[in-house]
């Protein structure tokens, strides 16, 4: 049975991946682009809508055109970018920015799509975080701020949605070759963290984002089975609330949740004496 998707980012990465593969399969896609002429696919199961996930109005806008037209199975909240620098090395700007997109924009597009959803019935929400929602990595304190912010966001919100027939997952992809090193904002680089882990991963993102091979730090992810397992989970019968895809987003999520629950037990009676 044929599905309606509504996939925001859908110009590159995992978000044109999956407007692909799902056109292939016979489905509907409403893809949201920031650039028009940025995703030219010419199938006459796509329609294309102008979205800024910096702008609230736009995403009301595009969000109530969407619906208005169809039902909608699946929303895939997509769209996003990284920031990269020590937090003393980030502008006041471009912490806005980072923010406003990935944190502001996710839940402003939860937000728009809760009503009609809760009308039609029902619905599935796939927001795309990252494993660096779970881990953290130096140089991306802000980047990680919005994807754990995001994921707080989620978890609250599919309580509340439990009784309208809304389903709501967190993907949290591993390191995976789309163009999100190119599409990094880099902060001017202070010199006092020359040689630090910040300068390390610097250096191996501007060498990717640059066009060469870059360093390899982590095994990375393949886009298009990443998105086949996307798809695959969407389509089951029940969701579970993340889907982590990678061996190394698999690992360090382990490691760091393992060692939180380690952390958490070795303070037991510390913990359990402010009772």
């Not at 471009?94 to 996710?106: E, S, W």
């Not at 959803?117 to 140089?139: D, H, I, K, N, P």
């Not at 709501?168 to 591993?174: D, K, N, R, S, T």
Request: proline share 3%; charged share 20%; hydrophobic share 45%.
């Amino acid at each position: 049975m044929t599905k309606t998707w509504l996939i925001t980012g859908a110009a590159r990465g995992f978000g044109r991946n999956m407007t692909e593969k799902l056109l292939a399969r016979g489905d509907h896609v409403i893809a949201t682009v920031r650039r028009e002429g940025s995703l030219d696919l010419g199938h006459p199961n796509l329609n294309i809508l102008k979205m800024d996930l910096t702008d609230a109005g736009s995403i009301r806008a595009a969000a109530n055109e969407a619906f208005a037209a169809q039902r909608i199975d699946v929303v895939v909240g997509n769209a996003g970018y990284g920031l990269f620098g020590a937090a003393e090395e980030l502008a006041d700007a471009a912490i806005a920015r980072q923010i406003a997109t990935n944190l502001v924009g996710a839940i402003d597009l939860v937000r728009a799509t809760i009503p009609h959803f809760r009308a039609q019935g029902g619905g599935r929400f796939l927001q795309v975080s990252s494993e660096g929602g779970q881990v953290a990595y130096s140089g991306f304190s802000l980047y990680h701020a919005t994807k754990w912010g995001i994921e707080g966001f989620i978890e609250a919100v599919s309580q509340e949605l439990a009784g309208f027939g809304v389903e709501m997952m967190i993907v949290e992809p591993g390191p995976t070759p789309t163009d999100f090193a190119a599409s990094v904002d880099f902060a001017t680089a202070s010199p006092v963290y020359d040689g630090t882990t910040v300068d390390e991963i610097r250096r191996i993102l501007s060498g990717i984002a640059g066009g060469g091979a870059g360093e390899s730090f982590a095994k990375l992810a393949d886009v298009g089975r990443s998105v086949d397992a996307m798809i695959a989970v969407a389509d089951q019968a029940e969701m579970p609330r993340r889907l982590a895809l990678g061996s190394t987003a698999f690992g360090n999520i382990h490691k760091a949740l393992t060692a939180r629950v380690a952390e958490l037990e070795a303070q037991r009676d510390m913990t359990l004496s402010a009772d």
